[in-house]
């Protein structure tokens, strides 16, 4: 049970680390920063609201629901707002080369997905134990 659990917190942390590099990746290919912020934040969203629907973890561990409710709240208005803004930016013309963008996004959000389910396929009851003890008879 430990190893899974840290096994998720481990996840998590790098999810929020690759929302950040998709982030800074979006402002190196010059997308405008609310863009660049949607796309990482876009990663990071889709995994905290597939255990909100599933109640698991990306890593498959029973039982874990996601943030509490405050903040589901507030990561909604904030997704909502950027693609919101993403939309009329594109759709007024303020923004271009929606294809590409569209592609990023979905770079941005898949890789952590595809992780996410290697793992699940793994169980999360056969996380290595002894990876974060020490013992050797687990």
């Not at 917190?9 to 590099?21: A, D």
């Not at 597939?50 to 904030?78: K, N, Y």
Request: charged fraction near 10%; aromatic fraction near 14%.
């Amino acid at each position: 049970m430990w190893s899974a659990l840290a096994s998720h917190m481990s996840f998590i942390v790098g999810m929020l680390m690759w929302s950040m590099g998709c982030i800074c990746a979006g402002l190196a290919l010059e997308f405008p920063p609310a863009l660049a912020i949607l796309a990482g934040f876009s990663s990071a969203i889709v995994q905290l609201f597939f255990m909100v629907l599933f109640r698991t973890s990306p890593m498959g561990m029973p039982e874990v629901d996601g943030p509490p409710i405050p903040a589901r709240i507030l990561l909604i208005i904030i997704e909502s707002t950027l693609i919101f803004n993403a939309y009329t930016g594109f759709s007024s013309g303020t923004y271009s080369n929606l294809k590409f963008f569209g592609l990023f996004v979905t770079y941005c959000v898949m890789v952590p997905v595809a992780v996410a389910k290697k793992h699940r396929m793994a169980g999360w009851e056969n996380q290595p134990m002894a990876m974060f003890t020490g013992n050797k008879s687990s």
